[in-house]
């Protein structure tokens, strides 16, 4: 099924070929500018898996086409640590792309670019789904009950381990959670090696 936002980008595709367009928007510009934006052409291809020429014709498809494929292309530079003014001069070069399709009268659209905080935003977002598989909810009340819950079990147990060690000399604790068991064991057995791992970082303080 396509939806009408999809219709309306379908029905907007140009039929200039990009490499026309390419052309067009390179001519007549200093050398040092023109190799620029060539390489700026040639990351977002690099960046999103294909060629130059494909990658110019999927930001001809539409607005709504243009500007996913913009804060796609805006979070994936995020992600490689570069500056957002960085950011920002890139995808000036894939508006000015456009806008030399406007005045060719190619497309009689704009996009709108996203803004340095919804890229920041989205890039954060991503990294935490990436790297956290965690089912419960994400929020500093889960933390709390996650302590409640060890709190519970020790006292359930009457101890920290039920393991018939006296002295513990090292001792790993995977999905350590708020890493509260493991702050435990360390004042309990300071002589103790004690290493925990978990998906995200935890709390500063440490024995």
């Known amino acids: 099924m396509v939806n009408d936002k999809d219709a309306a980008d379908n029905v907007e595709a140009p039929a200039v070929e990009p490499q026309a367009l390419i052309a067009r928007f390179l001519a007549g510009r200093p050398e040092r500018t023109a190799r620029a934006y060539a390489g700026d052409l040639e990351d977002l291809a690099r960046l999103h898996g294909t060629s130059v020429e494909d990658a110019v014709r999927s930001l001809l498809l539409g607005p ?5 494929l913009l804060v796609d292309h805006a979070v994936a530079l995020r992600r490689r640590g570069l500056a957002p003014a960085t950011v920002r001069r890139r995808l000036t070069t894939l508006r000015s792309l456009l806008a030399t399709a406007r005045a060719l009268g190619w497309i009689a659209w704009e996009p ?3 803004t340095d905080q919804e890229v920041a935003t989205m890039t954060s977002e991503l990294a ?14 889960e933390a709390d009950r996650l302590d409640l819950q060890h709190h519970a079990l020790r006292e359930a147990l009457g101890r920290n381990f039920l393991a018939p060690l006296p002295s513990p000399a090292r ?11 493991g702050f435990e064991l360390c004042w309990e057995h300071p002589k ?3 290493v925990g791992f978990d998906l995200v970082p935890g709390r500063a303080e440490h024995p």
């Open 64 to 68: 709504q086409a243009a500007r996913r």
């Open 112 to 114: 709108t670019p996203p």
């Open 128 to 141: 935490e789904r990436e790297r956290s598989s965690y089912l419960s909810p994400r929020h500093p009340g």
């Open 171 to 181: 001792v790993l604790d995977v999905g350590t959670g708020t890493g509260r068991w």
């Open 192 to 194: 103790a090696l004690v």
